[in-house]
C-alpha cells in the first residue's frame, strides 16, 4: 500500500525535525510515545530518530528527529533531576568565561577569505577581548587566594598556637611553618582550581570539537580539506565561509597562557607579601594605600623582591602574548598587526594546526612562560621552607591581596569600557580612545598611592587623590563623547552597536559577584566561634562581628557587595516601573495573520474577537482594550506576559550601566576606609541572597521540564566556538552544524535513489538557528549522485522555522554573524521612503537577507511598537537580491513564488518572534502577500484535552504549520495533497 501511495510523488522528500531550548524527546517531536522510536544514527550526544514502521503523508517521505541538546546541556530525561541541577549550577560557575567569549563574537569581525585558515583576522577589538578574558580567570585566581592564602594560611593562625575554630583539625599541622611556608603551600588551592578548568577545557576540546574537525573542514571544499585560502571567495558571511566550524579560534596555546598567568599571579602575590611583611610604614590599617616609602624599603628582603619584579615581567610578557595570538592575519595596519608580524605570531589563528612553524613559535613561547612560571612557583615554594625567606609568624595581613583585586578591576573595566567604541570604524576614533583610557586608568590607579610622605598636609593628599579620580573621569567621558557622536545609526543592532562593551562589563560583573559570594562566604565562615551562639527558647544571641584587628577581609569584596545591593536597587526600582507601564492595562496587539486550509476550519474567529489589531493605527497604538470577555482576556494576558519577557534587551542594558558606574565607584572609594562591621555584614547579605535567588532559578530549571528563558541564554553562549576565552563552554555548535550537513548530504546523495530528494528543515526555535548556519555551510555543495547529481545542495532544502529568535537577537546581537539589512539609498529605482534595503558595504554584510529590526522598548506596552508602526507605514522592501549571500536568496524569497522558507510565529509566545516583518498583508481571496516568509500560528494549543493557550511550543499539528509545510513541498514540485 505504501509503495502505491509513493508513486504518487515524483519527489522523495526527508523531514528533518530540530527541537530548541526545551530539548524536546525525540518522541515527542515525532509525536508518539518512546516506546515507538528508534535511533536511526548516531550517538548519545547527537542522534537522528524515526517513528517505528514509519509512514508519513502530505510529499514526506521520511520524518527524523535530530535530538542534540546533551551536547549544550543535561535534560530530557538524560539525568536525575538532582543531577542535573548540581551540572547547571557547575556550568552557571563558567558563566564569566562564556560572556567573556560571547563579547569576542558580538564585535564586527570584517569577511574572511577562510575561516579555518591562517588567514583568520579577528579584527579590531580581538586583542582586547582576549586581554579581558585572562583577567577574569586572574580575579578568579584572586578570589581563591584571598581565601586560601590570606584568610586560611595567614588569618586563621595567630602566634603559632591559636587556629580558627572552624577549621578541620587537620589544618592544625600548619601552625608549625611559618608565614610563608603556609602560604606557598595553600597558594596550591588557586592554581589546582585553574588546573580543573584546564583539564575540562582541554577534555571538552579534544572528546568533542576534535572529533568533528574533519566533518568541518569539509563544508564547502572542494578538496575536503578546509585549510585553503579562496581570495574569490572574500565577502561572504563568516557562516558561509569554508572552514568556520573545522577550527576552534582560541585552544591550547591560550590554555597554557591562562595557566601560566595563574601560577604567575600567585606567585607575584607571594613574593610581594613577603617582601613588605616586616615594613610597617606599608599599612595604612586595612587600607590598600601604598606609599611609596613602601616601595622603597622592599630591598630590605632582596630575594622576595627579585622574585616579584620577575613575576611581574613574565605576566606582562603573557599578557603581550595573548594579545599577539590573536591577531592571526597577514595586516599589519595596526600596532598589534606590526607586533605580531615581527614575532612571526601572524601565520595561524589559536588553533591545534601544527603544521605551520610559525604556529610551533607561538605555542613555543607560550609553554616556555609556563615552565618558567611552574619553576618560579617551585623554587619559591623551596626557598619558603628555608631561612632565605623572611620568617615573620604574624602580620597584618597579606599585602599583595589587599591591593591586586582593585588592580585586576580597574583594568577589566577600561578594557570593557573600549568595547563601546569599537562600533566607530574610524582608526582614529579608536586610537584617541585607547589612548584616553590608557590614561583614565593609569590615573585611577595612581590615585592609590599615599603621598603622605611629600604633601604638605592631609588636605594636599585628599586633593591630590581626588585631581586623580577627576581626571580619570573626564577621559572616560570624553572616551563616551568620541564613540556616541560616531557616525551611523547602529538602529538594527543591539543597544545600538555597544554590544561588545556591555557584554564585557556583564562579565566582569559576574566574575566579582561569584568571586565577592566566594570570599565573603568563607569568611563569614571562619570568623564564627565553633560553638552555637546562646540560646533562650526560641531565640539566640547573635556573635559580635570579630573585630578588624583579628579578622580583615579585602575592601574590594565588601565594598562590592555593597554595589550589588545598590545596583540591586535600582534594578527592582526600574523592573518595577516597566512592570507598572506594561500591566496597568489590557491592550491590542497587532497580530499576524492566520491562513485555514478550508474557511470552515477556522476556529479562532476574526482578529478583533481575538483582542487584537490587523492594521494598528499610529495614533493609537496600541489602543487599550476594556472590559475583555473571559476567553479573550486570557489570551491578552499571556500575550501581555510574553511581552515581559521581551524587555530583557534594556534591562540588561541598564544594568551594564549601573554596573559600570559601580566599578567606577568601587575603585575610588576602596582605599580611603573600610566600610562598617554592621553594614558590611547588611551587604553581605543582601550578596547572599542575590546569589542564592540566581542558583535557585538555574536549579528550578535544571530539575523542572517547564521552558525558561534561562535555557536560550545558555544555548546561545554555547553556540558559538570559543574565541575571546579557552575555557568557556564546548561550542556544540562545532558538531550540530556539520552533523546535520552530513546528515542532509548522505540523504541527497544516495546512489541509490531513484527520484529526485529533497530535504525540509523543520526547526523551532534555537533548532532554527542551527538550521541557519547549516544552510549558510552547505553553500556551494553540490549532490554527488542520483538523479539530480551536480545540483546545488541548497536548490533541494528548505526551511520550516517556528518560535525563532534568528532575526530579533542573533542578528541584532551578532550582526557581523546573522546580521540582517541596513539604511542605505538604492543605486536604481524607486523606494518607498523608508524602506530598508540590504547594504553592500560594511557593517551591511546581509546574512539573513531580511529588514532589520528596530530594538525594544523597556516603557511601551508593546515593546515593538516603534517597528511595527515603521513596517505599515510604506510597503515592505523585497528580500535582499544577494543571491550569493543572503539566506532568503539562497531559499529562493527572491525570485519564487513560493520560497522555500517559512517561518511561524504567536504572540503569545514568548521566544518567538517574525523573521521578516510583523506585517502580513491579504489579497481579496484572502491568501497572504506583501510578507513572503512569515505566516502566524494559532494560539490554541492544538493537542491539549483541555483549550488552553499556546506559548513557545505546540506549533507541530497546528493547521499552520501543515499548510506552511505543504507549501514547502509545492516549491520543490510536488502537489501534497
Known sequence: MFGKLASRYTQEILEIRIHGVKNTPPAEMLETTPEKVQRHVGDELGSFWRRVGDRPAHGITTIEAFSWGAQARTGGGALAAIGRAFVHVGWFLLLPFALANLAYWTRWIGPQRSAGSKSWNGDAGAATVRVFGLLLTLIAVTAFCSVAIDLVAIQCFRGGTQVCAALPNVFDGLRELDRDSRAALLGLAPIATILVLYVIGRRGRVHFEERVKKFGAGLGNPDDTGLGDTPEEKGLPLLATRGFWSVARIGQTSEWLHVAASFTLVLFVLSLDAAYVDVEDCWRGTSVTITWAC??????????????????????????????????????????????????????????????????????????????????????????????????????????????????????????????????????????????????????????????????????????????????????????????????????????????????????????????????????WLGTPAEAAPTEYIWRTPGEPPPAEWWNVPDAYEWFAAVLTSITALMLVLVLLALGAALMRFIRFSLPLLVWKRPEDDDEGPTETRGGLETPDPKTYAPRLTYPKPPVRRRVAVRRSSHLLHRGEPLFGWLAVFAAVGFFILSVVVGFESLPSGIASAFNAVLVAVALAAVAAVVAHAASSSERPLGVFWDVVAFFPRAGHPFAPPCYGERVVPELAARTQSWLDDPHATRPRAVIFTAHSMGSTISAATLLALRGEKIKAGPLKGTQVLDRTALLSYGTQLRAYFSRFFPSVFGVAVDVEPAQGVTPPGAIMPGPTPPGVTVLGVPGLRGPSLWRSDPWRAQVLAEFKDPLPPPAQRNDITLTALLGAYDQEVPRWRSLWRRTDFLGFPVYAYRIDRNPDGTPVGNPIDRGATESAPASYLWRIATHSDYLGTPQFLLARDDLVKAFGDDPD
Not at 612562560?369 to 615554594?381: E, F, K, Q
Not at 547602529?490 to 568571586?515: C, D, K, N, P, T
Request: charged letters at 10%; one cysteine or more; glycine letters at 8%.
Open 295 to 524: 616601595v622603597q624599603s622592599a630591598w630590605g628582603h632582596t630575594l622576595p623582591f627579585w622574585f616579584g619584579i620577575g613575576a611581574l615581567a613574565l605576566m606582562l610578557l603573557i599578557i603581550v602574548l595573548v594579545a599577539l595570538a590573536s591577531h592571526t592575519s597577514d595586516k599589519t595596519d595596526t600596532m598589534w598587526g606590526r607586533l605580531a608580524a615581527r614575532a612571526s605570531l601572524t601565520a595561524s589563528a589559536d588553533t591545534d594546526t601544527a603544521a605551520d612553524p610559525r604556529t610551533a613559535w607561538k605555542r613555543g613561547a607560550a609553554m616556555a612562560c609556563l615552565v618558567l612560571s611552574i619553576a618560579g612557583y617551585t623554587a619559591w615554594t623551596i626557598l619558603a621552607f628555608t631561612p632565605l625567606t623572611p620568617q615573620a609568624v604574624d602580620g597584618p595581613g597579606f599585602l599583595g591581596l589587599i591591593a591586586t583585586p582593585i588592580a585586576l578591576i580597574v583594568l577589566a573595566l577600561f578594557l570593557a569600557l573600549a568595547g563601546i567604541g569599537w562600533r566607530a570604524r574610524s582608526p582614529w576614533r579608536r586610537r584617541v580612545s585607547s589612548v584616553l583610557l590608557v590614561l583614565g586608568g593609569a590615573a585611577l590607579l595612581a590615585s592609590h598611592v599615599d603621598v603622605a610622605e611629600w604633601a604638605s598636609n592631609a588636605n594636599a593628599e585628599v586633593w591630590w587623590r581626588w585631581s586623580l579620580v577627576g581626571v580619570a573621569v573626564l577621559f572616560v567621558l570624553v572616551h563616551l563623547g568620541i564613540a556616541w557622536s560616531a557616525p551611523g545609526k547602529h538602529l538594527y543592532e543591539a543597544w545600538r552597536g555597544q554590544g561588545a562593551g556591555v557584554v564585557m562589563i556583564l562579565a566582569l560583573f559576574s566574575s566579582m559577584a561569584l568571586s565577592s559570594l566566594l570570599v565573603l562566604g568563607v569568611a563569614s
